[in-house]
């Protein structure tokens, strides 16, 4: 008769942590993942440079899309350890780009108050931050984790799809404005 060994006893190579979405990942993995998002996002640093070759409202709206796909990849692939960590990476990059790209919009927006748009943008940032999760955990249970990144991937897929659509056409009225 075998009996199953608490997780809290096992080896730290063997314990593993539910994905909710049928997968498991090795503990050690999770600090990876975290890790990965961080050194990813350092590419946030160039959003000013971008905004300036490319315009706010495109780099923006790369950023939704580069969300929705590592959305995507783990709503559809999230029982695989490999693309989990590439959707880490791709979430690290469009996430902190699209944070710093808030502050450089503001700026293109409001110049004479865009540190009370920039602080509003926060504000509201974080009031969804709240929110989101609420929303999410009151549906999840019914649509599945998996189902519900790849709904939210296509919310983030769209909404970037918008303002690419916004600049092509203010470009198109306007004659060429970037911001």
Same mark, same amino acid.
């Given at each position: !008769?075998? @009996?199953?060994?608490?997780?809290?006893?096992?080896?730290? /190579?063997?314990?593993?942590? $539910?994905?909710? =979405?049928?997968?498991?990942?090795?503990?050690?993995?999770?600090?990876?993942?975290?890790?990965?998002?961080?050194? =990813? %996002? !350092?590419? #946030?640093?160039?959003?000013? /440079?971008? &905004?300036?070759?490319? %315009?706010?409202?495109?780099?923006?709206?790369?950023?939704? !899309?580069?969300?929705?796909?590592?959305?995507?990849?783990? %709503?559809?692939?999230?029982? $695989?350890?490999?693309?989990?960590?590439? @959707?880490?990476?791709?979430?690290?990059?469009?996430? !902190?780009?699209?944070?710093?790209?808030? &502050?450089?919009?503001?700026?293109?927006? +409001?110049?004479?108050? /865009?540190?009370?748009?920039?602080?509003?943008?926060?504000?509201?940032? =974080?009031?969804? $931050?709240?929110? &989101?999760?609420?929303?999410?955990?009151?549906?999840?249970?019914?649509?599945?984790?998996? =189902?519900?990144?790849?709904?939210?991937?296509?919310?983030?897929?769209?909404? #970037?799809?918008?303002?690419?659509?916004?600049?092509?056409?203010?470009? /198109? +009225?306007?004659?060429?404005?970037?911001?």
């Amino acid at each position: !008769m075998t @009996s199953a060994v608490p997780l809290r006893q096992q080896p730290r /190579a063997l314990a593993v942590i $539910s994905t909710g =979405t049928g997968g498991t990942l090795p503990a050690a993995a999770v600090p990876a993942l975290y890790a990965a998002i961080g050194l =990813t %996002g !350092m590419v #946030g640093v160039t959003t000013g /440079a971008l &905004a300036q070759r490319m %315009g706010s409202l495109r780099v923006a709206a790369l950023s939704l !899309m580069t969300v929705a796909a590592a959305l995507a990849l783990l %709503g559809l692939a999230s029982d $695989s350890l490999t693309a989990t960590m590439a @959707s880490a990476c791709m979430f690290g990059v469009g996430y !902190m780009t699209g944070s710093a790209v808030l &502050a450089v919009w503001t700026a293109e927006l +409001v110049p004479d108050r /865009a540190g009370a748009a920039f602080t509003v943008c926060l504000v509201l940032r =974080t009031i969804s $931050s709240v929110a &989101a999760p609420a929303r999410a955990g009151a549906v999840v249970a019914g649509l599945g984790l998996g =189902t519900l990144l790849v709904l939210t991937a296509a919310v983030s897929l769209i909404s #970037g799809a918008v303002l690419l659509l916004h600049r092509s056409l203010r470009e /198109a +009225v306007v004659g060429g404005t970037r911001p």
